[in-house]
T-cell receptor, first 114, second 116 residues
Framework: NAGVTQTPKFQVLKTGQSMTLQCAQD?????MSWYRQDPGMGLRLIHY???????DQGEVPNGYNVSRSTTEDFPLRLLSAAPSQTSVYFC?????????????FGQGTRLTVV | AQSVTQLDSQVPVFEEAPVELRCNYS??????LFWYVQYPNQGLQLLLK??????LVKGINGFEAEFNKSQTSFHLRKPSVHISDTAEYFC??????????????FGQGTRLTINP
């Protein structure tokens, strides 16, 4: 029972490089989201998706792209990495049926941009 | 827009003592409320949630929380803590009841440290 799987767990990038953080879920959830966690700021929503082919911006979307071609996968792309994007990134999937709702989180990707 | 304030960034307590972690929220619509726990170098795990009904919610590991609509609070409590409860705790609210847990707004987090 894998739940939400994120890869890689750690990554170091140079300023200006691009990369994709992978996220996959096996719970058949419609909703998937990306958050970043910074000290003293909790988690902030970057992008989210309500289903395959549908994405929208969260609170801090600048510098990131997403796409959702399948229910299972929701990759996050950094177009040109900046030191301000050094953070821990969490992917989440959520159910929302018949008055019940819960988000499930991956183990996180710790990204350092130098 | 919703916002969440966790009133204490750090809470040190002795083992077997009671603890309360405070959370206040602001919202113009009805929301769902959550508490998550993050152990070192791990993801977030759901402790408990308030969706509707009884305002006292029981969760895992002996934690409970009380929803107070008039005070817009959702404080987390445990009557007797253990060393293993050392972690960071996050209070979160949904964007709206229609949106559910797909868009969560988090507080800043409270680091709970249990001393022997």
């Amino acid at each position: 029972n894998a739940g939400v799987t994120q890869t890689p767990k750690f990554q170091v990038l140079k300023t200006g490089q691009s990369m994709t953080l992978q996220c996959a879920q096996d719970m058949n959830h419609e909703y998937m989201s990306w958050y970043r966690q910074d000290p003293g700021m909790g988690l902030r929503l970057i992008h989210y998706s309500v289903g395959a082919g549908i994405t929208d911006q969260g609170e801090v979307p600048n510098g990131y792209n997403v796409s959702r071609s399948t229910t299972e996968d929701f990759p996050l792309r950094l177009l040109s990495a900046a030191p301000s994007q050094t953070s821990v990134y969490f992917c989440a999937s959520a159910n929302h049926r018949r008055g019940n709702t819960e988000a499930f989180f991956g183990q996180g990707t710790r990204l350092t941009v130098v | 827009a919703q916002s969440v304030t966790q009133l204490d960034s750090q809470v040190p307590v002795f083992e077997e003592a009671p603890v309360e972690l405070r959370c206040n929220y602001s919202s113009s619509v009805s929301v769902y409320l959550f508490w998550y726990v993050q152990y070192p170098n791990q993801g977030l795990q759901l402790l408990l949630k308030y969706l509707s009904g009884s305002t006292l919610v029981k969760g895992i590991n002996g934690f409970e929380a009380e929803f107070n609509k008039s005070q817009t609070s959702f404080h987390l409590r445990k009557p007797s803590v253990h060393i293993s409860d050392t972690a960071e705790y996050f209070c979160a609210v949904s964007g709206s009841m229609r949106e559910g847990a797909q868009k969560l707004v988090f507080g800043q987090g409270t680091r709970l440290t249990i001393n022997p």
